[in-house]
């Protein structure tokens, strides 16, 4: 394997590697026949592209990465007080996720940090599997912690309704397809802050910083520092399979497409594999999965299906393929006691 170059400080990618051509979508072209032209593409080849000019600024990005590193520099003693509970909100430890348990020899080399959406007390879906409350550090501990991480998850669920409109269309539905209550109106939004080690991962000995995996939902919109580590693999099928790496844009999200959105559109769109392997420096990364109601049923849509193209999947409830992923891949609380 190449070894990396270093350029103004910062690691490169090694110059040997696959490196991934992604589309990049602008939020504010007032053109949106092109965008959407550009997203069908993008959706088609890869499932994976940038999204630039989104509404959330740089410095207030940076505000946020600064914030989530306050939190994993706390001793570990601190940020266990806060581990993840049964409705998945709080801080993973590392090893806590697997998420390619055939290939790797431990959990994922990564700590993370569950945020969800929370709802005023007597709301009636308050005791749903994956609504509130959150786990919020002390404000003796990280002051203004909680407010930041409040307004991102909020801004972000905006960027995430706008792609998802140009995402409809692109499906040759309604632009607002994605809003109806049962899927986007009342969503289950999840912020993922992410810490990875700085272990150099080792594919041929099963560590990685974070196995293969498809997401689970509709769409992950995912914010990145500018070290380098996130890779994908087009064609899941091959042998072998050819993984490239995903180069970090400042300022811009790297949106993936979800399971749920392969399975909507008849496998059209693609929940393309994934995985992080570590370069040897800590990365950081905020992702923000987008998954439809806990009730919502998810199932071939009409523009994706004909006669000589049924359905590949029989429809499936939202809250049942989560619960059911967020199971196989992650640690039985019951050995943290």
């Known amino acids: 394997m190449a070894t990396s170059s270093k350029e103004n400080g910062q690691q490169q990618i090694p110059e040997a590697s696959r490196i991934s051509g992604l589309n990049c979508i602008d939020l504010s072209n007032p053109n949106t026949q092109s965008s959407v032209s550009i997203i069908h593409k993008a959706c088609l080849d890869s499932g994976f592209f940038y999204v630039i000019n989104h509404g959330i600024g740089e410095e207030f990005m940076d505000e946020v990465f600064d914030q989530s590193k306050r939190f994993f520099d706390l001793p570990i003693e601190e940020k266990m007080k806060l581990l993840r509970n049964e409705k998945n909100r709080g801080f993973t430890p590392l090893f806590d996720e697997s998420l390619d348990s055939v290939n790797q020899i431990n959990g994922d080399y990564k700590e993370g940090y569950y945020i969800g959406i929370e709802l005023p007390e007597g709301d009636s879906d308050a005791e749903k599997p994956f609504y509130g409350p959150n786990l919020w550090p002390s404000v003796d501990i990280l002051p203004r912690w909680r407010e930041t ?30 809003d109806q209550p049962e899927m986007l109106g009342k969503p289950i939004a999840t912020l993922r802050l992410l810490h990875y080690q700085d272990r150099a991962s080792e594919p041929d000995k099963g560590i ?15 914010a990145t520092d500018d070290n380098y580590g996130l890779q994908i693999c087009r064609d899941k099928d091959a042998n072998p399979q050819i993984w490239e790496y995903v180069p970090p844009l400042k300022g811009a999200f790297v949106v993936n497409l979800g399971d749920m959105l392969e399975r909507w559109s008849n496998c059209v769109f693609r929940s393309t594999l994934h995985r992080v392997l570590g370069n040897g420096q800590e990365r950081y990364s905020i992702a923000y999965f987008v998954e439809p109601n806990h009730d919502c049923i998810v199932k071939c849509l009409p523009t994706c299906q004909s006669e000589a193209n049924p359905p590949k999947f029989s429809p499936i409830k939202s809250e049942d393929y989560l619960l059911q992923r967020y199971k196989d891949t992650h640690v039985d609380l019951n050995s943290y006691k």
């Open 149 to 178: 991480m409040e307004k991102y998850h909020h801004e972000a669920l905006e960027v995430a309704r706008a792609v998802s409109r140009l995402i409809a269309l692109a499906l040759d539905l309604n632009s607002d397809f994605f």
């Open 208 to 222: 990685y910083g974070a196995g293969a995996h498809s997401d689970y939902g509709l769409i992950t919109l995912l």
